[in-house]
C-alpha cells in the first residue's frame, strides 16, 4: 500500500515529501508485495520542460511518486514555504534499489544507454551486487519500444530501471508499466555513472549542493542547460507571489 506523502506543487508538478530513508522504506515494501509503482525523480529542467509539454506533464500526473532529484527543487520548496526535508535523487535511489534487490533475491532489468556503456555498467554492477538477479538488458537504441516492452512483461521483473533520458523514459514508463508488478523509475545518465564514463561529484562537492557547479566544469557543454535554473527560480518566485497575492 502506498502511503499518502504530503505533496507540494511547484509549477504544476507535485512533489512528495519525503527522505531517502522513506522512500527506499516504502519501495522496499512495494517489492514485497510486488506492487506496480513509477517513480519520477525530477530537476527544474524536467519541470520546465513540463510547463510546455502537456502531454509530459499529463505523464507525470501518473507517477505514484515525484522525488526532488536536485538542490533546484529544494530551494524551490522552500522559497514556496512548504520545504522539501533533502534531495532524493535518481542515482542514489538506483543504488539502493540494487542493494535491496540483491538482498531480497528481486530481479532487475536495465534500458538505456549506448551498448558499450551499458555493457560495463552491468559488468560494475555485477562486481559490485555479485548476487544481484539481472533480468535481461537493452541499449537505448532499440528499433521498436513495443518489442521491448513485451519483452520486458514476459521477464516479469521485480524493478525496471530506464536511462533513456527525459521525456522518452517516462514516457516509455506510461506505456508498458501497466499489468505488472515491477518498480519502474527514469534513471537519466546514471549507466554512464557507473560505467565510469561520467564521473560524479565527490562527496564535498554533493553535500555543499554545488554538484551542478562540478559537472559544469567537467563538461561546459552543459552551460545551456545550467541557465534553466535561473529561470526556473523567477517562475516560482512568480509563483509565490501569486499564491500570497
Request: hydrophobic share 45%; net charge positive; glycine share 6%.
Amino acid at each position: 500500500m502506498l502511503k499518502q506523502y504530503h505533496k507540494i506543487n511547484i509549477l504544476g508538478i507535485q512533489f512528495s515529501q519525503l527522505t531517502n530513508q522513506q522512500l527506499i522504506k516504502q519501495l522496499t515494501l512495494d517489492l514485497e508485495q510486488q506492487q506496480c509503482r513509477f517513480i519520477v525523480t525530477a530537476n527544474p529542467e524536467i519541470v520546465l520542460y513540463a510547463r510546455k509539454h502537456f502531454e509530459y506533464a499529463t505523464i507525470l500526473k501518473q507517477a505514484d511518486l515525484i522525488t526532488a532529484d536536485g538542490i533546484g527543487i529544494v530551494i524551490g520548496a522552500k522559497l514556496l514555504g512548504q520545504p522539501l526535508p533533502e534531495r532524493v535523487t535518481g542515482f542514489d535511489t538506483l543504488q539502493q534499489l540494487l542493494k535491496v534487490a540483491e538482498k531480497k533475491q528481486k530481479s532487475v532489468y536495465f534500458l538505456g544507454a549506448r551498448a558499450t556503456v551499458l555493457n560495463t555498467a552491468l559488468k560494475n554492477i555485477q562486481r559490485q551486487y555479485p548476487k544481484l538477479i539481472i533480468a535481461g538488458y537493452h541499449d537505448g537504441y532499440y528499433q521498436s519500444a513495443a518489442e521491448i516492452g513485451q519483452t520486458i512483461k514476459q521477464l516479469q521483473p521485480d524493478i525496471v530501471l530506464v536511462a533513456l533520458g527525459f521525456p522518452k523514459q517516462e514516457t516509455f514508463i506510461s506505456q508498458y508499466a501497466a499489468g505488472t508488478h515491477a518498480i519502474w523509475m527514469g534513471v537519466g545518465g546514471s549507466f554512464d555513472v557507473i560505467a565510469g564514463k561520467v564521473k560524479r561529484a565527490p562527496l564535498f562537492w554533493q553535500k555543499h549542493h554545488i554538484e551542478w557547479c562540478y559537472r559544469l566544469l567537467q563538461e561546459p557543454s552543459r552551460l545551456p542547460r545550467m541557465l534553466a535554473l535561473p529561470k526556473y527560480l523567477l517562475l516560482v518566485l512568480g509563483q509565490k507571489f501569486h499564491l500570497v497575492h
